[in-house]
């Protein structure tokens, strides 16, 4: 039987070996991976963080949006499952449709049951509507505060008493996109949340800046806890000014480790990117150096 540090390995090589073309435009077939996966995907894999994009002519995009992606289709969604072996998914609504979540509810249907779904809400989002897209699979409130350029702990503090007041009571969780110095600040509120958590993109660090700084170490002790999660994902748009990521290997291997010892760590693989962020093209040395941990 796999260990749960070995599920987590292979997990994090499943979900950082799917490497992806160029960017594309328009209606063009969403990138699929060019490096085959090679190596044994434990049974139930997840990739925990994709995004489905569809039409803007059946699915408009936010105006205050601060990108514009490519479609990225559940059919394709598929197509990326099959190429790196994984048998579920979670689709996270990303900012670009603010908080209509058609597109991410209709993507969730067309994966079926092996699909779950995390949405964003707002104060006018009935119980009702949260109640529906229950039933339609969404198992969390993503909290955008990254893109909306929210750095103020006490505004992050009283949207995440918002979440888990609607959260708490379907047993979901509260997911966080944000930087280290909030998560730093709302850390007693994050170890004595009555909900699970869960830390988009390492928790906005940067490669640059070590290990050492400001609110890793808070990052690694919600994992400590088993009160939190983190995705190790989104390390080629923002984490990382490397082409093979080798400098994210460090908080990766920091985060695996602090994993072991009660929380969980998750991974993700995005499949689009922002216009003008670069694409890796082999994660090998971070494989390897995963399998130090």
Request: positive net charge; aromatic residues 6%.
């Amino acid at each position: 039987m796999l260990t749960r540090r070995e599920v987590v390995k292979a997990g994090i090589a499943a979900g950082v070996t799917g490497l992806v073309g160029a960017v594309r435009t328009g209606f063009a077939a969403a990138p699929q991976p060019l490096t085959k996966v090679n190596f044994d995907v434990p049974p139930g894999a997840c990739d925990c963080h994709v995004h489905v994009f569809g039409d803007p002519q059946k699915y408009p995009f936010f105006s205050g949006r601060t990108y514009t992606p490519p479609t990225a289709s559940a059919d394709e969604l598929k197509q990326l499952l099959a190429s790196l072996r994984l048998e579920r998914v979670v689709i996270v609504q990303p900012s670009v449709y603010g908080t209509d979540n058609s597109c991410t509810l209709d993507g969730m249907r067309a994966l079926g049951s092996r699909a779950r779904g995390v949405a964003v809400i707002d104060d006018k989002t009935t119980d009702a509507e949260l109640d529906a897209m229950g039933k339609a699979g969404i198992r969390g409130i993503r909290l955008n505060l990254a893109t909306a350029g929210i750095n103020d702990p006490s505004v992050a503090r009283q949207r995440f008493a918002n979440a888990v007041a609607r959260a708490e009571k379907r047993g979901w969780h509260v997911q966080f996109n944000t930087q280290l110095p909030v998560i730093d600040a709302l850390s007693p509120q994050f170890l004595a949340s009555p909900v699970p958590l869960v830390i988009d993109h390492f928790g906005g660090a940067t490669a640059a800046r070590g290990l050492d700084q400001p609110g890793f170490g808070a990052l690694v002790n919600l994992v400590k806890s088993g009160k939190g999660y983190v995705k190790i994902s989104g390390s080629a748009d923002s984490v990382s000014t490397q082409p093979d990521l080798a400098d994210v290997t460090p908080f990766a291997r920091a985060l695996v480790r602090s994993a072991s010892s009660g929380g969980a760590t998750g991974l993700t693989r995005d499949r689009t990117r922002s216009p003008g962020a670069s694409l890796p093209t082999s994660l090998l040395p971070c494989r390897q150096t995963m399998g130090k941990c």
